[in-house]
C-alpha cells in the first residue's frame, strides 16, 4: 500500500503569500532608499567648499531660496522664518539638547548671536529629535540662548530646504541666509567664534 503524499497548499495561496513578501520587501527598499537619497541630497547648488568644512555661495544671483518655514517654537509660539525676519541675515542653526557637539557649541552661539544682533544678523534654531519640549527649554536656559527655536522633533521642516542645502542627518548644521532670503553658506558642524564671524562679515558687507 503506497503513502498517502501530504495534501498540498492551494496554488492561489502560495502564490498569494509569495506576493505579500515580496510586497513588503519592496516597500522596505524603497523605504532604504528614500532615506538614503534624504540624506544626501542633491541638485546643482553652487557651493563652493571653503576652510574648515563650510562651504559658500559667493555668487548672489546662484544662491537657493530659503524655505518660509511656518511652525511653532518650543514656547509655543508662531514662527514664520522669512516674514517673521524679513531683511534680516538669518544663522539657522540645528540642534538637540541629546547632541554633545550642540552643548559645545551653544556658548559660540549665544556669544555671536548677542554680538551681531545691531548688525541686522538674526539667529534662529531648529530643535530635533526632542519629543519633548522640556529637555530643549532646559538647554536654552542653561546656555543663555536668547533666539528662538522651532520645535521640530520629527524633522519635517529640515526637509523643506533645497536639496543638497542642509543634510538633516548632521546635527549641529548651520545654514546662514542673505537678506534676500538666498541661502548663501552652510556648515555641516559645530562652529567656533571666529568661525561664525568669519562666516558673518562678508554676509554683513554685502549690499
Known amino acids: ?39 544626501k541630497g542633491g541638485g546643482d547648488t553652487k557651493f563652493v567648499q571653503g576652510t574648515g568644512g563650510i562651504s559658500v555661495v559667493k555668487n548672489k544671483s546662484d544662491r537657493q ?21 524679513k531683511g534680516k541675515i538669518i544663522a539657522f542653526n540645528v540642534w538637540g539638547s541629546w547632541c554633545t557637539p550642540c552643548r559645545a557649541e551653544a556658548p559660540n552661539l549665544t556669544k555671536v548671536a548677542n554680538e551681531y544682533k545691531d548688525k541686522g544678523v538674526e539667529f534662529v534654531g531648529l530643535n530635533t ?34 536639496k543638497g542645502s542642509l543634510n538633516p542627518q548632521f546635527i549641529p548644521s ?27 562679515d562678508p554676509l554683513v558687507a554685502e549690499k
Not at 530659503?66 to 514656547?75: I, M, T
Not at 519640549?133 to 529640515?158: I, Q
Not at 548651520?174 to 558673518?200: H, M, Q, Y
Open 174 to 200: 548651520t545654514i546662514f541666509i542673505d537678506r534676500d532670503g538666498n541661502i548663501a553658506a552652510r556648515a555641516p558642524k559645530a562652529l567656533s567664534v571666529a568661525e561664525l564671524r568669519e562666516t558673518l
Open 65 to 85: 531660496s530659503a524655505p518660509d518655514l511656518v511652525g511653532k517654537s518650543l514656547e509655543g509660539k508662531r514662527l514664520d522664518l522669512l516674514k517673521d525676519f
Open 129 to 162: 529629535r526632542d519629543t519633548d519640549t522640556a529637555p530643549a527649554l532646559s538647554f536654552e536656559k542653561r546656555y543663555e540662548v536668547p533666539y528662538p527655536s522651532y520645535h521640530d522633533p520629527a524633522g519635517k521642516l529640515l526637509l523643506r530646504f533645497p
Open 1 to 39: 500500500m503506497s503513502a498517502r503524499r501530504a495534501p498540498r497548499r492551494p496554488t492561489r495561496h502560495r502564490r498569494a503569500a509569495v506576493l505579500a513578501v515580496g510586497a513588503a520587501t519592496a516597500a522596505l527598499v524603497l523605504s532604504a532608499c528614500g532615506t538614503e537619497n534624504a540624506a
